[in-house]
């Protein structure tokens, strides 16, 4: 059976690109590479989600391309754009070294900037990530920072000149989906950079439901790796965060707490 398409340009589609750093991207879906049973899922997964930009931890995989068992051997940079992420660091100088070792081992100057501050519940260190986002920034990378629910947060990293924003919608790995939309909007009204959310997707409903508070885009990892069927579940959270993003776009009818017909009760027949 034929999986139906989503439109992507033409009429009630969204033909505006995500531009994050000056660059465009058609799909607002960002994935990792972390926790698949195999490279080939991988690779798989990634293509089914449609998404072009693929976050690799730096601290975690060998940077040597010709190592087959390495997850980079199997990445094309000519058909994903690498971005180069500080996932398991616990300091704003450790988040600095491994940012500059991923741009010296040829990936490129972006950098998912991650800070975690505590081990049990893995939220960030705002303090060290704001610290680092502007040794980094000062040195010329573009910067998208992992960060909490939190506007001040938030502002300050833009402040900071991070390219992108990525507040967490629940904690990373627990698939909660958004716990506090409120505080994801106000992030979103309030900044002008582009805003990610990053972390505690677990279905494709929590893409959608993401996607309709008016952010730019999702980045999600364990959600895929973790499902019974990683491609299954990538096909399925392209096409909600692609349904998410239309209904923002479309703009919801009012919730109401009483029923309102449908059908008009005027000039009716008696």
């Excluded at 505006?16 to 000056?22: A, D, K």
Aim: net charge negative; proline share 6%; aromatic share 4%.
């Amino acid at each position: 059976m034929t999986t139906p398409s989503i439109p992507q340009s033409g009429e009630g589609a969204d033909v505006q690109p995500l531009v994050i750093g000056g660059k465009p991207f058609v799909s607002r879906l960002i994935v990792g590479t972390g926790k698949y049973a195999t490279n080939r899922i991988m690779v798989d997964a990634i293509r089914a989600s449609g998404a072009e930009m693929v976050t690799v931890a730096v601290r975690r995989v060998d940077l040597d391309r010709r190592a087959e068992e390495g997850i980079l051997h199997h990445l094309d940079p000519e058909e994903f754009f690498l971005l180069p992420n500080t996932a398991g660091c616990y300091t704003a100088e450790d988040a600095v070294r491994y940012a500059r070792l991923g741009r010296a081992a040829g990936l490129n100057e972006w950098v998912k900037l991650e800070v975690i501050g505590d081990e049990a519940t893995l939220v960030p260190d705002v303090q060290a990530t704001i610290e680092a986002a502007r040794t980094l920034v000062g040195e010329g990378f573009k910067v998208m920072a992992y960060t909490n629910d939190d506007l001040v947060t938030a502002l300050r990293l833009e402040d900071a000149g991070c390219v992108a924003v990525m507040p967490l919608a629940s904690p990373i790995g627990s698939g909660l989906g958004v716990v506090n939309p409120y505080f994801i909007r106000e992030i979103k009204r309030r900044l002008e950079v582009p805003v990610i959310v990053d972390a505690g997707v677990g279905t494709a409903s929590d893409a959608t439901r993401a996607m309709e508070q008016g952010v730019d885009g999702v980045l999600m990892n364990t959600a895929l790796a973790a499902a019974t069927d990683p491609i299954r579940m990538a096909h399925a959270m392209r096409h909600g965060v692609i349904a998410g993003r239309l209904a923002y776009l479309a703009g919801r009818m009012p919730a109401r707490e009483i029923a309102v017909p449908s059908s008009p009760t005027v000039g009716m027949l008696d």
